[in-house]
């Protein structure tokens, strides 16, 4: 069964306190993996797309990853405004079927000031 | 605004009653997709039309849920005799086409009480 998994369930950093991020996934037929922001009752906002292993993407204080098995959201020096929820997807393809997004539950960050 | 919008963005209603909910892509994206989201998880897939045709529908759309889209424009969600269980934010989601070397945009998402 297709899966992806994120952890830490939560994190909470101090302003300027660096951390990571992990996706893990099984999934057969990975057609790429894709990084959203959320925030409280809002939509998924997108944040990166990765295709390979080696592949890495970066925009402002956020950088993304890919390895075969896992996917890892790098966060520098962070700021109040980053606390949100970061999900984790990953486009999957069956058959004829043109396939979907698998999400993560998420990983809810909070950064104090 | 050239997003994903979608209404309404609230909802309440009895256990037993329809409810609608409509979605306007971004112009030009051919693709459309309804996605369900619970508190404390992620996104599940329902539903996706190319333009009008639906060719996917997930386990998940069960025969109270139908969705269409009508010249391949805006869509509707429409749920049936609502259940507590269809308690849940709606989201509704464009690309300008298929695969994954497409980006999913979502709105904002409808939020359904059925109390």
């Known amino acids: 069964e297709d899966q992806v998994t994120q952890s830490p369930e939560a994190l909470r950093l101090q302003e300027g306190e660096s951390s990571s991020l992990n996706c893990s996934y099984t999934?057969?037929?990975?057609?790429?993996l894709f990084w959203y922001r959320q925030d409280p009752g809002k939509g998924p906002e997108f944040l990166f797309t990765?295709?390979?292993a080696g592949e890495e993407k970066e925009k402002e204080r956020l950088k993304a990853t890919l390895t075969k098995k896992e996917s890892f959201l790098h966060i520098t020096a962070p700021k109040p405004e980053d606390s949100a929820t970061y999900l984790c997807?990953?486009?999957?393809?069956?058959?004829?079927?043109?396939?979907?997004?698998?999400f993560g539950k998420g990983t809810k960050l909070s950064v104090k000031p | 605004d050239t997003g994903v919008s979608q209404n309404p963005r609230h909802k309440i209603t009895k256990r037993g009653q329809n409810v609608t909910f409509r979605c306007d892509p971004i112009?030009?994206?051919?693709?459309l997709y309804w996605y369900r989201q619970t508190l404390g998880q992620g996104p599940e897939f329902l539903t996706y039309?190319?333009?009008?045709?639906?060719?996917?529908k997930s386990r998940l759309l069960s025969d109270r849920f139908s969705a269409e889209r009508p010249k391949g424009s805006f869509s509707s969600l429409e749920i049936q005799r609502t259940e507590q269980g269809d308690s849940a934010m709606y989201l509704c989601?464009?690309?300008?086409?298929?695969?994954?070397?497409?980006?999913?945009?979502f709105g904002e998402g409808s939020w359904l009480t059925v109390v």
């Open positions: 989601a464009s690309s300008s086409g298929g695969g994954s070397g497409n980006t999913i945009y």
């Open positions: 999934v057969s037929g990975l057609r790429g």
């Open positions: 990765l295709y390979s």
């Open positions: 997807a990953v486009w999957v393809g069956y058959g004829g079927s043109q396939g979907n997004l698998i």
């Open positions: 112009s030009e994206h051919n693709r």
């Open positions: 039309f190319q333009n009008e045709a639906q060719l996917e």
